[in-house]
């Protein structure tokens, strides 16, 4: 007897082929639909910088969190998870097979339910605390030793962002940072496969995307946004591609600059993402081969008859 009530997750690297591997995969079986599980896809407008799918791709499988909200506003890993477990329920009630494909291992991990159900980022709190910091170097980390001498002892004094992050959720609850990560309750539904590639490998895919993405048009994409009124703040300076064109629109590097800073971002980018997926648990790591990829998360599940 078949089982449906499972959720394959298609994750690996930038540039390591997940989409073409996944079509494939929703192809093959009868019933899939694509949950996008990547931080930048559910903009609109922002297409080529992000590698979105074509809209040939798009007519090919039904997907889901593509092009759903507006870039203005930096939205977050938990309120990916909530509306991209909607989706996964509303395919699942039908019948079908969510199948997760992403890079962006921090919201892949909420979904599934192995992060903590932490506050939500809070602007105006983070804008008053960098201003501390901006005034009195290292605030920051004296007011969360204040608060939460543990927290701030595995942290350290030198990390910014994770001691703003800390500080946010102490601010926002009734208990303590150290208290509330306690590393969630993993949804054992969600089976696991990481497509790894070797680095020069890896790479070279990543100089070659970048220089397709210009060849695409990135600028006049970036252009375009910041005409229809898309601020640069929070989003386009937050991504990698937009962030590196702002600076080249803004007279600061050459566009070969600009194309040279995102392919060396990408791969730090890249290497972090490989970190991130060694915290999925039983995740297997295999080649961007779809019947590996269908061996480990579709066998003895369902069938594709």
Avoid at 129 to 143: V, Y
Avoid at 213 to 224: H, I, Q, R, T, Y
């Amino acid at each position: 007897m078949e089982d449906r009530a499972f959720i394959p997750v298609v994750a690996g690297c930038t540039a390591s082929g997940k989409t073409a591997a996944a079509l494939e995969l929703a192809e093959r079986y009868p019933g899939v639909e694509i949950v996008s599980a990547d931080s930048r896809q559910f903009y609109r407008g922002m297409d080529i910088g992000t590698a979105k799918p074509s809209a040939g791709e798009l007519a090919r499988v039904p997907h889901h969190m593509i092009d759903i909200a507006s870039p203005d506003t930096l939205l977050s890993a938990g309120w990916f998870a909530r509306r991209a477990m909607e989706c996964i329920d509303t395919v699942l009630a039908r019948g079908g097979i969510p199948l997760v494909v992403g890079g962006s291992a921090l919201y892949i991990m909420h979904l599934a339910g192995l992060s903590d159900p932490l506050p939500s980022r809070n602007d105006r709190i983070r804008d008053a605390l960098s201003s501390i910091e901006e005034e009195i170097p290292g605030s920051l980390f004296r007011l969360l030793e204040g608060i939460d001498p543990g927290e701030a002892g595995r942290i350290g004094a030198a990390d910014n962002v994770r001691l703003l992050r800390s500080l946010e959720i102490a601010l926002q609850s009734d208990l303590l940072p150290s208290e509330l990560k306690t590393g969630g309750k993993a949804d054992p539904r969600f089976v696991f496969a990481v497509i790894e590639a070797d680095n020069t490998t890896l790479r070279n895919r990543i100089r070659q995307r970048t220089i397709a993405m210009a060849e695409a048009g990135l600028v006049a994409e970036v252009e375009g946004l910041l005409v229809s009124g898309v601020p640069e703040d929070p989003v386009l300076s937050a991504t990698i591609g937009y962030a590196e064109i702002l600076e080249h629109l803004h007279g600061d590097i050459t566009l070969e600059e600009a194309l040279d800073k995102i392919s060396v971002n990408t791969w730090k980018y890249a290497r972090r993402q490989r970190n991130m997926f060694r915290r999925l648990p039983g995740a297997a790591r295999v080649p961007g081969d779809p019947d590996r990829l269908a061996e480990v998360l579709f066998e003895g599940r369902v069938s594709n008859g």
